[in-house]
């Protein structure tokens, strides 16, 4: 990875996105299947969410770009909570000056004006990060049992 610091925290902060960002994916499609009669209406709207969700993760168009009526949903969106700790946890704090076409920064400034992340929020990005699994994991669970789409 370019630019990495190789400290223990930012190890361990990475492996903790890394780890909840697959957890939140595979509790989405175990709540998917749970929730429609079988796999193939499941992967339908799955990938519309999916797509939607890539939209307005934050990393083809920025949170600071994306307009202010459609912002909500960019924090809604458990990819863009990903997004968030992914790069604000190793580039969040790194004071390194940098040059651009707009002039000198340092990577945090970079971060903070381009993506809006600061590294000082990455307890409130793992705390979200866990609420969306768990919320995946509980919906799953109430609708395999509530749910029973066999026909009689």
């Known amino acids: 990875m370019i630019g990495y610091e190789w400290s223990v925290a930012k190890f361990f902060w990475f492996l903790f996105f890394m780890y909840f960002s697959f957890l939140c994916f595979t509790y989405y499609g175990m709540m998917?299947?749970?929730?429609?009669?079988?796999?193939?209406?499941?992967?339908?709207?799955?990938a519309g969410f999916y797509s939607v969700w890539n939209i307005f993760s934050g990393f083809i168009v920025p949170r600071p770009r994306i307009p202010v009526w459609w912002r909500w949903y960019s924090w809604a969106n458990p990819i863009s909570w990903s997004l968030y700790g992914?790069?604000?946890?190793?580039?969040?704090?790194?004071?390194?000056?940098?040059?651009?076409?707009?002039?000198?920064?340092?990577?945090?400034?970079?971060?903070?004006?381009?993506?809006?992340?600061?590294?000082?929020?990455?307890?409130?990005?793992?705390?979200?990060?866990?609420?969306?699994?768990?919320?995946?994991?509980?919906?799953?669970?109430?609708?395999?049992?509530?749910f029973n789409f066999q026909r009689r």
């Open 86 to 146: 992914l790069v604000a946890s190793p580039y969040g704090d790194i004071k390194q000056t940098i040059e651009s076409n707009a002039g000198t920064t340092t990577v945090e400034g970079f971060v903070r004006s381009y993506f809006a992340f600061r590294h000082d929020f990455l307890g409130v990005v793992a705390a979200v990060m866990v609420a969306f699994a768990v919320v995946f994991a509980l919906v799953f669970a109430v609708s395999v049992k509530m």
């Open 32 to 46: 998917a299947v749970a929730m429609t009669p079988n796999q193939h209406i499941s992967t339908i709207i799955s």
